[in-house]
């Protein structure tokens, strides 16, 4: 199967469609052709189902996966231009058979921003490293069986379990979403992308809300502490005295207050950047290795 089975006037076509529908602001998130309108897939080939990307387009269904998914997790301004640059990154003829197992390997393995620099515990590291070489082995030409993805998978699974903390901050939480960065992966062996591209910007996300969280944690903490003192101050004052130690408790319980919910406000703002700049840090790779099919 090759891009656009080899047809220069197919490619023209779709292009011209998706523009058209980019053009009068038909390109949006969240809704399934109302008035013309809903998001990468359904406005280039007017079907939900990513299978139909290959009769029509030559394109392998994992890739419409991929698409799809980051589609869905772009910005929006970004978003309504992806159809477009996605299909227009694509060479007429172009084998596209081994853009997904390059793109993840290449989002598992990035030494700045990768799934596998997240990998908090020997576990999860092997885990990570286990799906890589079956990637790498796939874009060798050798032929990877679906017992090896498998077992890949079972073990990625074994060590997400190890890894997940009884909560979802500190560095336990880029443990267990390296280890689920892993398993996802895995499932593509047999399955599809969509999962694995997500759980690499889930993997970014935990990494950066981490600090972010012991932001609001130590907020929080010298809330307490304010509180706790000033509480404490009031109880042994008496008369005028009591007053104003009862003044003193109030205003740094809300000064506390406010420096929690801005620190919890920090932290959330974080997190959605975080999210954000790994999808479309994501977006950059897939275009390349579009780019470099032939």
């Given at each position: 199967m090759l891009a656009f089975h080899s047809d220069q006037e197919l490619?023209?076509?779709?292009?011209?469609?998706?523009?058209?529908?980019?053009?009068?602001?038909?390109?949006?998130?969240?809704?399934?052709?109302a008035n013309r309108r809903s998001g990468a897939v359904l406005c280039t080939i007017y079907s939900g189902r990513y299978q139909d990307y290959e009769p029509l387009l030559g394109i392998p269904a994992q890739l419409a996966c991929v698409e799809d998914r980051l589609f869905m997790n772009l910005p929006l301004e970004t978003a309504k231009l992806w159809p477009e640059l996605f299909l227009s990154s694509i060479a007429v003829g172009a084998d596209l058979s081994l853009v997904v197992s390059k793109f993840i390997v290449r989002v598992l393995v990035d030494s700045e921003r990768g799934c596998i620099i997240h990998a908090g515990t020997p576990d999860s590291e092997a885990a990570i490293n286990l799906v890589i070489k079956l990637y790498e082995r796939k874009i060798a030409g050798d032929a990877v069986s679906v017992e090896e993805w498998e077992l890949a998978k079972t073990f990625a699974r074994a060590a997400k379990r190890?890894?997940?903390?009884?909560?979802?901050?500190?560095?336990?939480?880029?443990?267990?979403?390296?280890a689920f960065a892993a398993h996802a992966t895995a499932i593509t062996g047999v399955g599809t992308a969509t999962h694995a591209t997500g759980a690499?910007?889930?993997?970014?996300?935990?990494?950066?809300?981490?600090?972010?969280?012991?932001?609001?944690?130590?907020?929080?903490?010298?809330?307490?502490?304010?509180?706790?003192?000033?509480?404490?101050?009031?109880?042994?004052?008496?008369?005028?005295?009591?007053?104003?130690?009862?003044?003193?408790?109030?205003?740094?319980?809300?000064?506390?207050?406010?420096?929690?919910?801005?620190?919890?406000?920090?932290?959330?703002?974080?997190?959605?950047?975080?999210?954000?700049?790994?999808y479309e840090w994501m977006s950059d790779i897939l275009i390349e290795e579009l780019k470099n099919a032939k």
């Open positions: 490619k023209k076509v779709y292009l011209a469609r998706v523009r058209s529908h980019a053009v009068v602001d038909e390109i949006i998130k969240g809704q399934c052709w190890l890894a997940t903390p009884d909560d979802a901050t500190g560095a336990g939480a880029t443990d267990a979403a390296g690499a910007a889930e993997v970014a996300a935990f990494a950066a809300s981490d600090a972010a969280d012991a932001a609001a944690r130590d907020a929080y903490a010298t809330y307490v502490r304010a509180a706790r003192a000033a509480r404490a101050a009031a109880t042994h004052a008496t008369g005028a005295a009591a007053d104003i130690a009862s003044r003193a408790a109030a205003d740094a319980y809300d000064d506390a207050s406010r420096a929690a919910a801005d620190a919890a406000a920090a932290a959330a703002d974080v997190e959605v950047a975080a999210r954000a700049s790994h």
